[in-house]
C-alpha cells in the first residue's frame, strides 16, 4: 500500500524559532493534508491542499504541496508553546473513497 | 453542532471480552472512518464506510466488525478482545478529503 515518510520523527526548538517538516511519498497523491494533535486529543485538521505547487497559510503555518505530488511541507513561524504537539501528514490518493495515509508523525516541544 | 462524538473516552477489558466503541457525527458525513493510533506508528485505518450500509476493510480489520445501518452512526465491535488490541481508537467523519476526528477511546486489554 502507500506509504508516507515523515520528517522529523521529532524536533526541540526555542520559542520563536521557526519549523519545517515534511512528507515524502513514492505514490502520487491528489490531496495533502496537516494535522496537528494534543495530548489526549484527537486530531485537528490545520491545512488541507488539493493541487500541485498550490501554497496555503493559515496564521503562522504555511503548508506547500510539492509539483510532483509525491511530497508536501509545513512550516511553523515564531513558535509559541501552544505549537507544542504531534503534526501528522496525511495523503489522499484519489478516488472516491477518501481514504488517507497518515504519516508516522512529528514531535514539536519548544521551549519557552 | 456536536462534531463527531465517541464513548466510552477510557476502557479495560480483559483478553476474551467483546464490546462496541461507539462513534456519532451531526455533519450529516457520508465517509465515516476507524483509525487505531498506537506509539510510533501513525494512525492505521480499520475499517470506513463511504455511505449507510456501505462498509469496507482498511489497513489493519483483523479482530474488529463494523456496521453502518444509518449516516449517523459507525460503531466498533471487538468480538474478543486480545492484548494487541491495547490502543487508542479514533473515528472520524467527512464529506470529501477533510476528515473530522473525534476524541478518541483509551482501550487497555489485560
Known amino acids: 500500500g502507500q506509504q508516507l515518510n515523515q520528517s522529523p520523527q521529532s524536533m526541540f526548538i526555542q520559542e520563536g524559532e521557526d519549523v519545517s517538516m515534511n512528507c515524502t511519498s513514492s505514490?502520487?497523491?491528489?490531496?495533502w493534508l496537516w494535522y496537528k494533535q494534543d495530548p489526549g486529543e484527537g486530531p485537528v485538521l490545520l491545512i488541507a491542499?488539493?493541487?500541485?505547487?498550490e501554497l496555503t497559510s493559515n496564521g503562522r503555518l504555511t503548508a506547500q504541496f510539492g509539483i510532483t505530488r509525491k511530497d508536501s511541507f509545513l512550516n511553523i513561524s515564531a513558535s509559541i508553546p501552544s505549537d507544542v504537539g504531534i503534526y501528522f501528514c496525511?495523503?489522499?490518493?484519489?478516488?472516491?473513497?477518501?481514504?488517507?495515509?497518515f504519516g508516522k508523525g512529528t514531535l514539536l516541544t519548544v521551549n519557552p | 453542532n456536536a462534531g463527531v462524538t465517541q464513548t466510552p473516552k477510557f476502557q479495560v477489558l480483559k483478553t476474551g471480552q467483546s464490546m462496541t466503541l461507539q462513534c456519532a457525527q451531526d455533519?450529516?458525513?457520508?465517509?465515516m472512518s476507524w483509525y487505531r493510533q498506537d506509539p510510533g506508528m501513525g494512525l492505521r485505518l480499520i475499517h470506513y464506510?463511504?455511505?449507510?450500509?456501505?462498509?469496507d476493510q482498511g489497513e489493519v480489520p483483523n479482530g474488529y466488525n463494523v456496521s453502518r445501518s444509518t449516516t449517523e452512526d459507525f460503531p466498533l465491535r471487538l468480538l474478543s478482545a486480545a492484548p494487541s488490541q491495547t490502543s487508542v481508537y479514533f473515528c472520524?467523519?467527512?464529506?470529501?478529503?477533510?476528515?473530522?476526528f473525534g476524541p478518541g477511546t483509551r482501550l487497555t486489554v489485560l
Open positions: 472520524a467523519s467527512s464529506e470529501r478529503d477533510e476528515q473530522f
Open positions: 505514490s502520487i497523491f491528489n490531496t
Open positions: 491542499l488539493y493541487k500541485a505547487g
Open positions: 496525511a495523503g489522499q490518493g484519489g478516488g472516491s473513497n477518501y481514504k488517507l495515509t
Open positions: 455533519m450529516n458525513h457520508e465517509y
Open positions: 464506510s463511504v455511505g449507510a450500509g456501505i462498509t
